[in-house]
């Protein structure tokens, strides 16, 4: 029976336990779970159960690290979190995910979005000359054998120097 563990993204090593889960046996990871978090109302001290849909800047983390885990595990990735259209299906596709997923946009616009989601795919890949899934899958991933530490590093430098120049990214 195939084994697919799902991720919350709070470990101090992500890498490590990805690479000991992997070893272990588990034929595919889901990046990333996420928490239903409660908000707290101070003035009717009370908590309110927050549903919490996700927003499409949820899928930076486990695009990040489906990128860098693409090609130094054996089983597949799936990545979860905010899928919103298309291009974010694309960016998932491109970090290395093998299978995207989609909830909170489901639960948004309803069950008829999953084929907007499929032929908004269909028409980026289209306009960018791609014929077939796998030729954009892991495509932007963190090529084996590279300097994990430098490239995190070069990012915070490119970071920092477009910020210096005002060139940040305003979520
Ligand atoms: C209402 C709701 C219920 C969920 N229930 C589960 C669950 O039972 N098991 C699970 O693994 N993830 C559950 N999730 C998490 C989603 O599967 C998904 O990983 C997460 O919402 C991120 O994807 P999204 O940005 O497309 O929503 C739930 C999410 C929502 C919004």
Known sequence: MPVAIKLGPHFSSMGEVALRLDEAGADALVLFNRLLQPDIDAESLSVEPALGL?????????????????????????????VEDGGDLAKYLLAGADVVMSASALLRHGPAHA???????????????????????????????????AYERAGYVNALRAANVGAYTAW
């Open 115 to 149: 084929a907007t989601l499929l032929e908004q795919l269909e028409s980026w890949m289209a306009r960018k000359g791609f014929a077939a899934v796998g030729d954009i899958r892991g495509l932007l991933a963190v090529p084996p054998g590279t300097d994990e530490e």
């Open 54 to 82: 996700s927003s499409p800047v949820d899928g930076l983390a486990p695009r990040t690290w489906i990128a860098l885990l693409r090609g130094r595990i054996r089983g597949a990735l799936a990545g979860t979190g905010g």
